[in-house]
C-alpha cells in the first residue's frame, strides 16, 4: 500500500474515531434533552446570591451555609471578588443572608469555595465546616469551626495532598477526617480536556484522616456530589456523566464496599440527605452540554430530583422540580428543611421554595 494510502486511511480511522466519541459525549451529556417546566409553588429567589451558591447545607436548628462565588474553569464567573461563605437562618421570614467572618491566618483574598461538609462534634456539640478551596486553581481542604454567637469560622487548618488533587465536595466524618470527590484525573488542562472527551472513567473517592490517606473507590467518569446516610454506613456519590447515584457501604478501615446504583436521568451534582427521612436530594443540570456552553441567550436549565428509600429494592426517583432557565440557571445543590426547599447553582441564583 502506497504512503497516500495508509495516511487517507488514518485520517478516516481519525475522523470516525473522534465523530464516534462526539456522539458519545452529546449522548452523555443529555445534549438533546429539551426540558418540561415543573414548578412549585411560592418560590423566591433569596435576596444577595447572584454569583452562586454551588453547595448549600443546612444544621439541625434550621441555619444554612451557602458557598458562593466559586471561579470553576470554563464556567462563567460574574464577580472578581473573593468567594464568601453566607448562613441564612431558614426560621427569619425575612431570608436574609449574612456574611460570616473569617478568623485566623486565612488568606480570604484567594477564597474560592466549592463542595461544603457540617461535622457536629458528639463530645461537645462543636460544629465544624470543612470546604473544597481553589485558590490560584490549586485543590485544597480547609477546616474552620462555626461559632454562632459571633457569625464567624475560625481558621482550623488546610490540607493538601497529591491524592486530593481536583476535590469536587466533601463529606466530613469526624473532627479532622472526611471522604473527597475528585472530578479529573489529570490536573493539566489539556489532558483534562481528553480525559472529558474520551469519558475516561478515572476519577475517585478518597478517604482523608491524619493517620492515613488512601483512594477507597475508583471508576467515576467526573466524580461529583458525596455524601452519608443518617446512620453513617453507607456512602452516596454522583457520577455525574453515567447519570447514576453510587451507594457504597463503609467498610472498616474507611474502605467502601459497591451496593448499587441508582439511576436518575440527569446530571446531578451536589447530594444531600435528609437526616430524618434518609431521602436524597439532588440538584441536577437537565443539559450537560448546555451547561458547558453556558450561553446567556440559550442557558442551562435547573432541575431538582429526589431519591426515597435508595436502599431498598424500589428506590422511587422524583422530579421535584424543572426549569429551562428563566429562573435559575445551572443548579447544583437542593436541601430540604421543614416545608422549605433551597435549590443553589454554580454561578448564579438561589432558590426557596414552599413544598407544601
Ligand atoms: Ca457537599
Ligand atoms: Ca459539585
Redesign the pocket.
Known sequence: MGKLAVLSLAVIALAAFIGERLVAFRHLSLSSRELTQNYLPNCRLIKGIEYGA??ITVLEDGLAFLSTGLKYPGLPSYSDDPGKIYTLNLFDLDLKIEGLKIKGQFDKGSFNP??ISVYTDEKDGAVYLFVVNHPQGNSQVEIFRFVEGENALYYIKTIRHELLHNV??IVAVGTESFYATNDHYFINGILMFVESFLSLSWCDVVYYSPQTVQSVAGGFTFG??INISPDKRHLYVSDIMKHKIKVMEIQKNAVLSHVKEVDVGSLC??IEVDRESGDLWLGCHPNGLKFMYSDPNDPPGSEVIRIENILSEKPKVTQVYADDGSVIVGS?VATRYGRNLLIGTVYQKALICDLE
Open positions: 454551588e453547595d466549592h463542595g469536587n465536595d461529583n456530589g451534582d451536589n447544583s
